[in-house]
């Protein structure tokens, strides 16, 4: 249990960098999830295949898993879209309200009790946010797309935390990556056709950006996250 906890640090630290990633890769939202995603599915996939740990699974529980994948896609558009209308440090708060709206949603899904600690607790960041949108009109834009964000990856989490307890941290984050890429493929002509572009392929810096955001603070979060949920929620 102590082990899960730590992984779940670490895997907590790491996505904190993402931010700073957004910043630093000219791309669009868009594209910059969609190479993301591609590129991580394909460095995952090398490692499982070189290291033959592929786990083949049945077709229904691959587009079950692609579906999580396509949510998670769709959250990281709306959170480099807060980034990049506003700042690393609004999009990061906006992202912290995913425990908010965890607490909400996930007795609601799930059928279970509210807690009234846990949305008491997790209600302080709102209250944060609410007094920057109201005192500062420079960064609403980015704060709206930070808390949609906080909102799918809240509906990612739960959904996330159900594919923990049937398949193993691999073989999840392989077809999330690939199969959120997918989904992203049919989206992204619709996103881009209301947004403008100014470049669609990475430049030699993003290019190598995005290895280190694929590799790093996807692939090997993703792992450390899904390892974590998998032990915290299996225990008795």
């Not at 949510?71 to 879209?81: A, C, D, K, P, R």
């Not at 450390?224 to 299996?234: D, E, G, P, V």
């Amino acid at each position: 249990m102590k082990n899960a906890f730590i992984k779940l640090h670490i895997a907590i630290l790491l996505a904190g960098f993402t931010g700073v990633f957004g910043r630093l890769i000219t791309l669009n939202e868009s594209l910059l999830t969609w190479y993301r995603l591609l590129f991580s599915g394909l460095i995952l996939l090398t490692i499982l295949v070189l290291s033959g740990k592929l786990t083949k699974i049945p077709f229904k529980h691959k587009l079950n898993i692609a579906l999580a994948g396509t949510l998670l896609g769709v959250h990281w558009i709306f959170f480099y879209g807060s980034i990049k209308y506003s700042n690393i440090s609004v999009g990061v708060v906006c992202f912290s309200l995913c425990s908010f709206f965890t607490a909400i949603l996930a007795p609601m899904i799930n059928r279970t009790k509210f807690s009234i600690q846990e949305l008491v607790l997790s209600s302080l960041t709102l209250v944060g946010i609410s007094l920057i949108f109201g005192l500062d009109a420079t960064y609403r834009t980015g704060i709206i797309l930070g808390v949609v964000s906080a909102i799918l990856v809240a509906l990612f989490t739960i959904y996330n935390e159900r594919l923990t307890k049937k398949f193993d941290s691999q073989t999840i984050t392989l077809y999330e990556m690939l199969g959120g890429c997918l989904g992203l493929t049919f989206i992204l002509p619709i996103y881009l056709f209301f947004s403008s572009v100014e470049q669609y392929l990475p430049s030699a810096a993003d290019l190598g950006w995005l290895i280190v955001l694929s590799l790093v603070c996807t692939v090997l979060m993703y792992l450390l996250l899904t390892q974590a949920l998998r032990k915290i929620f299996l225990l008795p």
